[in-house]
């Protein structure tokens, strides 16, 4: 838990959008104990978490703009609870640890917001959640969205997306045990190994520094599968291992990273020339990114990075501008160049992709590749986010373009089928724009360009 200052200072700042009403901010509403066989953990939701900081299940905060109060209503410990899980500090004392002195059984919420006008609260991911609102606030559950304060998810979407000092810090932190997880998969595989092997070593780092994972890990010698969490095949020397993975902070936040390295510790030509153009994919992104620009922008010129190289590679052909305002350059690339980043892994997305990554009024291309575009609006001073380009060649969606005869201008078909067994190369690190607007990379050094990612792995191979 962070000092109470920041929690108040947050909640203070929330409320200055506002006249008056009250502002509802329910947290996750799961406890391992609900779970028959107990393995489950809880994670609070983040926004509860980033204005009350209490990891406690069932809680709901209120900030009483009319009444000028803050309440935490919940229930607290039981015996049976402690018997389970040892003594705990009461709600009402955590409650004060993050500035609010007031704690109230949450049987008593409905009744507190009788006859209230300006209940204002947020779009819900959680069913449990949009069922008890309901209830408490007489709605019918099936006209939920009509009650959503949309005002309010774009004050917490403001003040979120704006990252200060401590947060910087925190995701900081998270990133640095996320290049330990990197790391260790890099030490450890070897010829003959399993993949769930390989994840094993990489999901043992995190627990060393009290962290979670911030998502599911991703790690796969079939690297052209974007997000694959099947860890069933054999490594071999020759493979390339894909692995996308973070870690979740003690505090909740996030570190996102991607590292694509060669089983036997050295890439072969092809594997290298691959990885250089996404490396130089990466390091365009990197130079463009600043305040003011947009992040679109930022990803068709990688986009162009792309279509360059695999012209010169005889994979493509005709003008850059030309290639890449079709599409067909997604034919190696159907994703967004990245998203936000903080207390959940695509940062309020929750809120809505569109709520969260576009100017307000913007819409998403329709546009193969270009419609999966996370991040598209203009960089402000305190945003954290990733830069991820990546080159795949995906058997299935070659051979339906290939059929269908798409962007023939474009693609030299013949020669690309000689990639079909290459897989896919991801590079992602965490990018914040600094208070002069330009932009770092977060955490320690770490190898990243094929020739130091092939001396790391020296180092360590027999």
């Known amino acids: ?40 953990p809880f994670i609070q939701d983040a926004t509860f978490k980033y204005y009350f900081g209490i990891d406690h299940n069932g ?32 709600l009402k004392d955590l409650a004060s640890d993050v500035g609010i002195e007031k704690f109230i059984e949450k049987e008593e919420l409905k009744k507190y917001l009788e006859n209230r006008k300006n209940i204002r609260f947020t779009n819900q991911y959680r069913a449990d959640n949009i069922m008890y609102l309901s209830l408490i606030l007489n709605m019918n559950p099936l006209e939920f969205d009509r009650f959503i304060s949309f005002e309010l998810v774009k004050a917490i979407i403001k003040q979120r997306n704006i990252k200060d000092k401590i ?8 990133v640095n045990i996320t290049k ?14 399993k993949e769930y092997e390989l994840v094993a070593e990489v999901e043992k780092q995190q627990k060393k520094y009290n962290a979670y994972y911030s998502f599911q890990t991703i790690l796969s010698k079939n690297g052209q599968i974007l997000h694959n969490h099947s860890h069933l095949n054999t490594l071999k020397d020759g493979d390339l291992v894909l692995l996308d993975c973070g870690a979740l902070s003690d505090e ?3 570190g996102d990273m991607t590292t694509t390295f060669p089983v036997s510790g050295k890439f072969t030509e092809r594997q290298k020339i691959i990885h250089n153009i996404v490396r130089d994919m990466f390091d365009r992104a990197k130079d463009l990114v600043r305040v003011g620009i947009t992040y679109k922008e930022v990803h068709l010129e990688a986009c162009k990075v792309l279509a360059e190289n695999m012209k010169k590679l ?58 999966s575009l996370r991040l598209a609006k203009k960089l402000e001073v305190g945003n954290v986010f990733t830069i991820e380009p990546g080159i795949y060649f995906i058997p299935e969606l ?55 990612i092939e001396e790391y792995m020296k180092m360590y191979r027999k």
């Open 1 to 40: 838990m962070l000092n109470k200052e920041v929690y108040i200072k947050r909640r203070k700042k929330l409320k200055e959008n506002f006249k008056d009403g009250l502002i509802l901010i329910i947290g996750n509403n799961f406890s391992p104990l609900d779970c028959e066989d107990n393995t489950y």
């Open 59 to 90: 809680l709901v905060g209120i900030i009483d703009i009319d009444k000028n109060e803050e309440i935490i209503f919940g229930n607290d410990f039981t015996m049976s609870d402690i018997i389970w899980m040892g003594k705990q500090k009461f």
């Open 167 to 174: 947060e910087i810090e925190e995701i900081e932190k998270a």
């Open 180 to 193: 330990e997880m990197h790391l260790a998969a890099m030490r450890n595989v070897k010829d003959g190994m």
């Open 252 to 254: 909740g936040y996030c």
């Open 314 to 371: 005889g994979l493509m052909k005709g003008k850059i501008e030309d290639i890449v305002n079709s599409g067909a350059h997604a034919l190696f690339i159907p994703h967004g160049l990245g998203h936000m980043m903080g207390m959940t892994v695509h940062d309020m997305e929750n809120f809505g992709e569109i709520n969260v990554g576009y100017e307000e009024g913007d819409k998403k291309s329709t546009q193969f590749g270009l419609s």
């Open 398 to 452: 070659f051979e339906k373009w290939k059929n269908e005869k798409l962007h023939e201008e474009f693609l030299n078909y013949d020669e690309i089928e000689k990639y079909m067994d290459f897989g896919g190369i991801r590079m992602e690190r965490d990018i914040l724009i600094q208070e002069d607007g330009t932009s770092r990379i977060l955490g320690d050094k770490f190898p990243r360009t094929a020739n130091e």
